[in-house]
């Protein structure tokens, strides 16, 4: 399943990705740190959902309750539940 995701909070505007067979593919974001986003791309592709949720989930970037890769998090939890 392809999903698009707005992001909130952070520099970047929406996160697209491929959940298949549980399993994270083809992330890209739009807009915010575009070496380090696309780093996080290639570190998690293919990776299971619940690791990835495990690892990034409440990453924080500077004050903020939040980061890009914590948003991915909820992102990739949002849409198992859909």
């Known amino acids: 399943m392809h999903v698009t995701s707005k992001?909130?909070?952070v520099c970047s505007t929406k996160i697209d990705?491929?959940?298949i067979d549980g399993k994270v593919y083809n992330v890209v974001f739009t807009g915010g740190c575009n070496g380090n986003?696309?780093?996080?791309?290639k570190l998690v592709?293919?990776?299971e959902r619940e690791k990835l949720v495990q690892t990034l989930r409440g990453n924080t970037c500077g004050?903020?309750?939040?980061?890009?890769?914590d948003q991915l998090a909820r992102a990739v939890e949002q849409a198992e539940e859909a």
Do not use: V
């Open 45 to 47: 592709e293919g990776m």
């Open 37 to 41: 986003l696309k780093a996080i791309g």
């Open 7 to 9: 992001t909130n909070d």
């Open 63 to 69: 004050n903020s309750y939040t980061s890009c890769a």
């Open 17 to 19: 990705f491929d959940l």
